[in-house]
């Protein structure tokens, strides 16, 4: 405020506020908080900590700003900073947001109990940005975001993968999703007995048909892909997307192939405040590509078909990865079998999770015919091997569909076990309600457990990898009682 005493210029550690409008560039965002700084005699290396909004968390001009200033960047929802009250702004912004000013308000907010804005905020065309210092130290760093709000990594590394953290031997392997004991005996006999075949070349005829009839679509309706991680691959190289919307946190390989293709991505956060669901309006109007989990991998959340259905519009590619969909008893909110929603809406599978078999590399995916016949062509010849295509007719039987089921079950009762145990675990927070083959949990020092927990002899998998998350995620793997058992007493050592 104007009678307050000026903040010493020995980079005193404060909080960055930011309000910004769509699209806003980072040069701007910077010349906001440049001015706001300038009016206290300091510079860019006093800001310890860049808030906002988190519906603007996927703002890339936001996201280069605070990489510029070289510190952590965080957003929290709405109530929370309309709960802070920010001192200035407009009658707009409070109308549309509840709070008049998100600059001051997130600044506050982050800042901690008794922190003090030092003066009212500074506006351009399109920021606001506002300073504030905490209460009880003026020249310490936020630790962390306080509760409602979350510290997001601001450059994930989008190519780590479950698989890397159990390269070492003798890990007990909560980080990899893939169902343990698989493939199942019949299975494997199945696989082996293909191998008398390996001099012809493959022909997936047999196979097409088989998903074809197993989701009640024509067989010019699927596309049989080497893992689903190469159907996102195609998708990327194929469609000329205007402005392509990656839901996250969920898996990284679409928003990276993507982005080797050359698109831009926009990326919709999802916040653990509404426990990772997909809420209405969160999805941009003029995104012609959106890819989006379900279950979403790493957050377990299920999304409703009805919600996703809604997605789809004329003119847009919707694409839904259901790879774990199968751990859903039932598969009851599956759109594998839909075909009359608008636009193109294509549907991810992957045999690698149930049936064990990360290896052999074998997926595909549903699509209106015309758009399999494009993704096709990109393919290279006979892409599928002989043994995948064995695995995907194979699994595609009615026995297999029970068994899989059966499996599902199992989890399901496995999952609730887990969670049951997370429970009396001293910090940790499952957000929302987990419906797949893993639970992500937010654990305060998460990184520090980790590594502890390898140590002791467990893999789990980081979740600061993942858009929208920071360090403080951990996901973990759905395992039988007697194993959950010995780990949680190992993470309650460490707890």
């Avoid at 299920?302 to 004329?314: I, N, S």
């Amino acid at each position: 405020m104007d009678g307050a005493p000026r903040t010493p210029a020995r980079a005193p550690r404060l909080v960055l506020g930011l309000g910004l409008r769509r699209g806003t560039p980072a040069a701007e965002l910077l010349r906001a908080a440049d001015a706001a700084l300038a009016a206290h005699g300091l510079d860019r290396t006093a800001v310890a900590l860049v808030a906002t909004l988190d519906s603007k968390l996927f703002e890339p001009g936001l996201h280069a700003a605070a990489r510029e200033l070289g510190v952590p960047l965080t957003g929290h929802p709405a109530a929370v900073l309309a709960a802070a009250g920010a001192p200035g702004g407009s009658a707009r912004v409070a109308a549309a947001v509840g709070t008049p000013s998100v600059a001051e308000a997130a600044a506050l907010a982050s800042a901690g109990p008794g922190a003090r804005l030092l003066a009212p905020r500074t506006a351009t065309a399109a920021a606001t940005a506002a300073l504030a210092a905490p209460g009880a130290a003026h020249d310490a760093p936020p630790a962390a975001p306080p509760p409602g709000g979350q510290q997001v990594n601001q450059q994930p590394d989008l190519r780590h993968h479950g698989d890397a953290e159990v390269r070492s031997a003798g890990l007990v392997d909560l980080a990899v999703n893939v169902r343990t004991g698989t493939p199942p005996p019949w299975l494997h006999a199945r696989l082996a007995a293909t191998l008398a075949d390996l001099a012809a070349y493959p022909d997936g005829t047999a196979a097409r048909a088989a998903v074809a009839a197993r989701h009640g679509r024509p067989a010019e309706e699927v596309l049989l892909t080497a893992g689903a991680a190469e159907a996102f691959v195609l998708l990327a190289r194929v469609l000329r997307p205007r402005r392509a919307s990656v839901v996250h946190p969920q898996f990284t390989e679409p928003e990276a192939a993507l982005r080797d293709a050359g698109h831009p991505v926009h990326r919709v956060l999802l916040a653990p405040e509404h426990g990772f669901r997909l809420l209405p309006g969160a999805v941009p109007e003029d995104a012609d590509l959106v890819v989006v989990g379900n279950p979403t991998n790493p957050t377990s959340i299920l999304h409703p078909a009805a919600a996703l259905a809604e997605l789809a519009r004329p003119g847009r590619t919707l694409v839904v990865d259901e790879a774990f969909i199968d751990t859903d008893p039932g598969e009851t909110q599956s759109l594998a079998a839909v075909r009359d929603l608008p636009g193109d809406v294509v549907v991810l599978r992957s045999l690698t999770k149930t049936w064990g078999l990360a290896g052999l590399r074998i997926g595909y995916l549903l699509a209106p015919a015309p758009l399999v016949a494009a993704l096709a062509a990109a393919q290279p010849l006979w892409p599928v091997s002989t043994p995948a295509l064995a695995a995907a007719e194979v699994c595609s039987t009615p026995a297999a569909l029970a068994e899989a089921d059966r499996a599902a079950r199992t989890t399901a009762a496995h999952r609730d076990h887990l969670l049951a145990g997370l429970a009396t675990v001293p910090g940790l927070r499952v957000h929302g309600t987990p419906a797949a083959s893993f639970v992500l949990v937010q654990l305060p020092g998460a990184a520090a457990v980790r590594a502890r927990l390898r140590e002791a002899g467990y893999a789990v998998r980081r979740g600061d990898t993942f858009p929208g998350l920071g360090p403080d995620w951990l996901r973990l793997a759905v395992r039988d009682p007697a194993t959950t058992d010995a780990f949680l007493k190992a993470l309650h050592e460490m707890c």
